[in-house]
């Protein structure tokens, strides 16, 4: 009860405070202040409707008072707020065309510019606010200013102007989300002017730690960040920002096309594992996106990468069955060609060819199809037949890749002279082309068929010199170290066949070197160098090297008068060897002779009998009848 009586006697002292008030108020002030009053009471307590309402009634009750411009400005802030932006704009114009010295002219001039902005008036907007910045250079509103005129000028291709004034931005405010908005900016028009590193550093400022001030400019900034790594061609780095920004915006629109830039930058790394499943997946997900058919066509291409030619046939005649104005069309139907090339179907690969001839879809039509038709010759074996097609091609786009095939054409003829020529034109008009290292690998090899190997070094030098871990690398020290091994430049053998093994140590021509290397030693009488390598040979699973080195560790330990550890070294040989080898024989013969050693004549006996019945060596036969003349009975 009591709670009740305090209760009721706080409202009657508030309303006697109500009614008090409102009593001293009439008594005091006029009708023209009561309306200002009111009406800026309730625009600074955010009743804007009211406010409306009383500062419209004044200034159709008060139309010359002395405050016109007051409430003129007032009521245009309240329309303002309100989105009624044609109204507020002509009162925000009445009051600084009608009053040139108003106190918050600059204020207008700003929300008048934003005004313009809505209603697309670019220019409108830009004299408001370059009027500000001429007329008010301490504005406290100046960061927007610059802000917004750097969007301007941008949206007009002005774009020196606008990066000028976003700098300016950056520089100025105090406002996280607005320097960041203006990295954001920054970081767009270095991308158009194809600045990439700098717009690569501006979008990382505009998501600093990825903790956003705006989430918005947080995730422009991060799809844009991984646009320009794809289009700098850094696909890994792409991807990883791809992933992020794609795990915050899944369920927003431009998800998708995300997903489809992960299965793009996995295609481009070469990952088709993981492209495939992420391309299968955003085929399943967005079977209406515009870039459905380039998925078809980018799992076609990978399909056919990986030899699933069923898939990939399958994938590209998707796009094929569509319209023929599909700019997918034509390099979809030369998937399908090469497709049949690589499964040396030339009957499907000639029928995919017509078809092509009718197709008109290319700009340098009968280049493409000339070029078609000799890789096509070239791939059936009919080497002689593709040339006129590539000689066709040399004044074209494919005169690269021309050359490269005219030189490998005549170095499968034997035309070694004209290969050589050709490969020196290639190398000098396209010093960086791809087929680069295979031609200078080639043309090494001109030269040890046509006998000059100082000429064949030095291609291989020049390829060795240029290139890192590469399997054309690889070659060319195997062919420099078999050069020297023949020319008894055993110091330079050494060296190419150590740098094989250092290089490329999982390889099999790296146990082919281990074995010449083995020899090398052997010949020197280093014989701990050369067990080293023969050893290393045993590691390994070359058949055709495991009896060699079996045979030559067996020599070995003979040398040393180790006899036992001789025997069952040219033993394992003989498990090894086939009879063709040239070690074959020799086997036996030293199996014979440690056999006779031990005084076991009758084993020694069928060891020279085998070579004397099955060898073809006629010195190797006579050795062994010489050797049997020696052998007595127990």
């Known amino acids: 009860m009591a709670k009740r ?12 405070g109500v009614f008090f008030s409102e009593a001293v108020v009439s008594r005091t ?96 907007a830009r004299r408001y606010l370059v009027s500000i910045l001429n007329r008010y250079p301490k504005f406290e509103g100046m960061d927007q200013v610059h802000y917004f005129l750097g969007l301007i000028e941008f949206g007009s291709n002005r774009l020196s102007q606008a990066e000028s004034h976003f700098k300016k931005v950056s520089v100025i405010s105090k406002n996280t989300e607005l320097i960041q908005a203006s990295h954001f900016w920054l970081g767009i028009l270095s991308y158009k002017q194809n600045r990439f590193d700098e717009a690569t550093g501006y979008f990382k400022m505009a998501t600093p730690d990825f903790k956003p001030a705006s989430a918005l ?27 992020t920004f794609y795990e915050r915006i899944k369920e927003e629109a431009f998800a998708q096309e995300v997903h489809w830039k992960l299965g793009f930058c996995d295609y ?44 990939s046939t399958k994938e590209l005649n998707v796009i094929l069955t569509r319209s023929k104005e599909n700019p997918l069309w034509g390099i979809a139907f030369l998937s399908l060609f090469w497709n049949h090339i690589q499964q040396n179907d030339f009957s499907g690969a000639h029928k995919v060819f017509q078809r092509l001839q009718k197709l008109n879809h290319f700009d340098d039509e009968k280049a493409v199809l000339q070029w078609l038709n000799a890789e096509m010759t070239f791939m059936e074996g009919r080497i002689t037949d593709s040339l006129p097609y590539y000689f066709n091609v040399l004044n074209t786009k494919y005169r690269e890749k021309a050359l490269s095939r005219i030189g490998k054409g005549y170095f499968f003829e034997n035309k070694f002279r004209e290969a050589i020529t050709n490969f020196d034109i ?57 050069i020297y091994f023949s020319l008894k430049e055993s110091g330079e053998a050494e060296k190419a066949f150590k740098k094989v093994i250092e290089d490329f140590p ?84 030293e199996i014979g002779n440690l056999q006779r050693k031990n005084g076991k004549y009758e084993e020694a006996k069928r060891s020279y009998l085998t070579i004397l019945n099955h060898a073809k060596d006629e010195d190797l036969k006579k050795a062994a009848a010489e050797l049997l003349r020696y052998i007595e009975p127990n």
């Open 217 to 243: 400019f947080f995730k422009y900034a991060q799809f844009w960040l991984g646009e320009t790594h794809l289009k700098q061609g850094k696909f890994d780095e792409a991807k990883s920002i791809y992933r």
């Open 268 to 311: 481009q790394i070469g990952n088709f594992k993981e492209a495939i499943g992420t391309l299968q997946s955003f085929k399943t997900q967005f079977k209406d996106s515009p870039l459905i058919l380039f998925t078809h066509y980018l799992l076609g291409e990978m399909f056919l990468h990986n030899s699933d030619y069923s898939s």
């Open 506 to 589: 999982h390889h099999p021509l790296a146990t082919l070197a281990a074995f010449r290397l083995g020899k090398l030693f052997f010949k020197q009488n280093n014989i701990l160098e050369a067990i080293h390598y023969y050893s290393m040979i045993l590691k390994g699973d070359r058949l055709e090297l495991l009896g060699g080195a079996y045979f030559s560790l067996g020599e070995i330990f003979y040398q040393q008068g180790k006899y036992d550890k001789s025997f069952k070294s040219f033993e394992m040989a003989l498990q090894y060897l086939q009879e063709s080898s040239p070690w074959f024989f020799l086997t036996h013969l």
């Open 29 to 124: 002030l006029g009708e023209d202040e009561k309306l200002i009053w009111v009406g800026t009471g309730a625009f600074n307590d955010g009743f804007y409707d009211i406010a409306e309402k009383q500062f419209s009634q004044f200034l159709r009750d008060y139309p010359e008072h002395g405050k016109l411009y007051d409430i003129c400005y007032l009521l245009g802030k309240t329309l303002y707020i309100k989105e009624k932006l044609k109204e507020s704009r002509n009162l925000f114009s009445k009051v600084i065309n009608e009053n040139k010295q108003f106190e918050y002219t600059e204020y207008i001039l700003f929300w008048l510019a934003d005004i313009e902005l809505r209603f697309g008036n670019n220019e409108g």
């Open 5 to 16: 009586i305090i209760l009721y006697t706080l409202f009657s002292i508030l309303m006697i």
């Open 426 to 482: 290639l190398l000098l008009e396209f010093p960086n082309s791809p087929n680069t290292e295979e031609s200078l690998f080639i043309k090494g090899e001109c030269f040890i068929q046509s006998g000059n190997w100082t000429q064949a070094l030095d291609a291989y030098r020049l390829l060795v010199q240029n290139l890192r871990h590469h399997h054309w690398k690889l070659f060319a020290l195997t062919q420099m170290g078999n």
